[in-house]
């Protein structure tokens, strides 16, 4: 399937015009390395400790399909957005403000070192 955009008065304006305001929104799947997750209090409790070799798996949500995506609400999941501005035609100026919405589970039931 493709899609063509005919030239025209109004589209040559919008492309023409000094900057261009952009927007994105997307979903996204993780993977990560083994981690070692230092954990720290000396404020209440007095801890210090390392859990060494840490597994952990991301949470992307809507794993049954498009029902599961239809009945739930759209930031639950993991997601992407992004928002920006290019200041010149050539579009090698901008600035942009991004979110990349991620979920960090450790795996259950591991097992590990604690050092600390």
Avoid: C
Wanted: charged share 15%; hydrophobic share 35%; aromatic share 14%.
């Amino acid at each position: 399937m493709a899609f063509a955009l005919k030239s025209s008065a109004q589209t040559q304006s919008i492309f023409n015009s000094q900057g261009v305001f952009y927007i994105s929104w997307g979903y996204n799947r993780e993977s990560y390395s083994n981690s070692d997750i230092h954990i720290k209090n000396t404020q209440t409790a007095n801890y210090d400790f390392v859990l060494e070799n840490a597994g952990a798996h991301d949470k992307p949500g809507f794993n049954s399909g498009l029902q599961d995506f239809l009945s739930k609400d759209l930031t639950i999941p993991q997601y992407n957005f992004h928002l920006g501005y290019m200041f010149n035609n050539k579009r090698d100026l901008g600035i942009e403000v991004s979110w990349d919405h991620l979920k960090y589970v450790v795996n259950d039931n591991a097992t590990m070192h604690i050092k600390g």
